[in-house]
């Protein structure tokens, strides 16, 4: 952080510039835009930004190197310098801009945004943006796009490349939902702007621009695979030997950690990675790490979070507690399997911070009585959880009771 005095100096002059820039190029800038753009020494972008812009640089223009540096120490070694960056659209919509911020102060720099691609992608469809899902595929996994499928609902995709819209178009086929209608909207506004339309399941568009966006009007076959926004999904959405937290324990279990926005889970002993799984799906800041010992079960787990659309989740090969070490500290920790295992309950208990919470559920003696401990030591709530299913007896019905669980619930003062 610089001194008081350069802060007020930076404040009134910010040596770095952020100008989101159009396919319009140069034409869709604003003079103050222009006037950063022309008044810098070094001026970054991707070699297409640079291009764009190439009638206004007056100063050293510096492409992006490859592979790219989320450090951004070329761009910060300048500090004091008059350094302009390049983006696309709104920098600080899945752009640049956000990761420039985790590197200056927002007193550093002026930013100027221009339309992001949903924003021209809505107004080209007539959609309402705050009434529709919105998801960027640029780089990342097209699995994020499986918890947005549900019935009759409107999703903006930006993709990562010309391939990106067929191969987009295959996973939603695969999973049910080939009748989707998609729009292929490319190199919005600019002057080879185009606009297509097809159906996700006979998709055979061609010669498709790098820059491109997918209007996805979800329609979903009787089959399709939907994953509910409730807690406890169906056992049978996760790829599992019989080690999973069913159902209805799942739902309590996920209530008990009372996940918030941002937070991360430990999820010890993770078996097919439900929790951890469930955990992620609550909001698009969730985080999560998987603990799990048994190799297959891990590469499970993986398969496990790709199709539930979290991608995301970390999976550590390992036992507790030797494999909680270095790990980012946890707001709360479950422990599903290994919590009887000497010197596990006391790492999770050691890793949480003040209010970080916990919740272990035990079926066997031997873990019971870790929590009976637990509950005398340490307080929290106990609670025996008794789950009954129907089934079969010869030609009749009765309840069958599953083994029952004991939860034990602890916020850390």
């Known amino acids: 952080m610089p001194p008081e005095s350069e802060q007020n100096h930076v404040a009134n002059d910010p040596w770095l510039s952020i100008i989101g820039i159009g396919e319009d190029g140069v034409a869709g800038l604003g003079e103050r835009a222009k006037t950063a753009i022309s008044n810098a020494s070094f001026v970054f972008g991707g070699t297409r930004h640079l291009e764009l812009a190439t009638t ?4 050293e223009a510096q492409p992006w190197p490859q592979p790219f540096d989320s450090a951004m120490q070329a761009v910060v070694a300048l500090r004091g310098q008059k350094v302009c960056v390049l983006a696309s659209g709104d920098p600080f919509l899945f752009g640049v801009g956000v990761t420039l911020s985790r590197h200056v102060q927002p007193a550093e720099y002026m930013a100027i945004p221009c339309p992001s691609a949903f924003s021209l992608a809505a107004s080209r469809l007539g959609w309402a943006l705050q009434d529709i899902e919105t998801v960027s595929l640029h780089g990342r996994s097209l699995d994020l796009i499986r918890p947005l ?10 993709t ?3 391939n990106g819209p067929a191969a987009l178009a295959q996973l939603l086929s695969d999973t049910g939902f080939g009748k989707s209608r998609l729009t292929l909207l490319e190199a919005l506004g600019g002057p080879d702007e185009q606009i297509r339309q097809d159906v996700a399941e006979i998709f055979a568009l061609k010669n498709i621009n790098v820059l491109n966006m997918v209007a996805v009007e979800v329609i979903a076959a009787d089959h399709a695979r939907i994953l509910p926004l409730a807690c406890g999904l169906n056992d049978d959405l996760f790829d599992h030997d019989g080690q999973i937290t069913k159902r209805e324990i799942r739902a309590l279990t996920l209530s008990a950690l009372a ?4 937070e991360i889970l430990w999820d010890i002993g993770a078996g097919s990675g439900s929790i951890g799984i469930e955990w992620m799906l609550r909001h698009p800041s969730m985080r999560a790490i998987a ?5 297959t079960r891990a590469v499970r787990i993986g398969h496990n979070a790709a199709a539930m659309g979290v991608p995301g989740l970390r999976i550590v090969k390992g036992t507790a507690p030797d494999a909680l070490v270095g790990l980012p500290k946890p707001d709360a ?3 599903g399997g290994g919590g009887s295992e000497p010197g596990v309950f006391d790492a999770a208990v050691e890793a949480l911070g003040s209010e970080g919470r916990l919740v272990a559920n035990a079926v066997t003696l031997e873990m019971e009585a870790v929590l009976l401990a637990a509950h005398a030591r340490l307080g929290g709530s106990l609670s025996r959880l008794e789950i009954s299913r129907v089934t079969s007896i010869g030609k009749m019905l009765g309840w069958r009771p599953a083994m029952p669980v004991t939860q034990w619930i602890w916020t850390k003062p």
């Open 291 to 295: 603990i799990e010992g048994d190799a």
């Open 149 to 158: 499928l549900h019935p009759d609902r409107k999703i903006l995709a930006l």
């Open 333 to 335: 920790i479950f422990i």
């Open 56 to 59: 206004l640089i007056r100063g």
């Open 259 to 262: 996940p918030r926005r941002g």
């Open 160 to 162: 990562s490349d010309e």
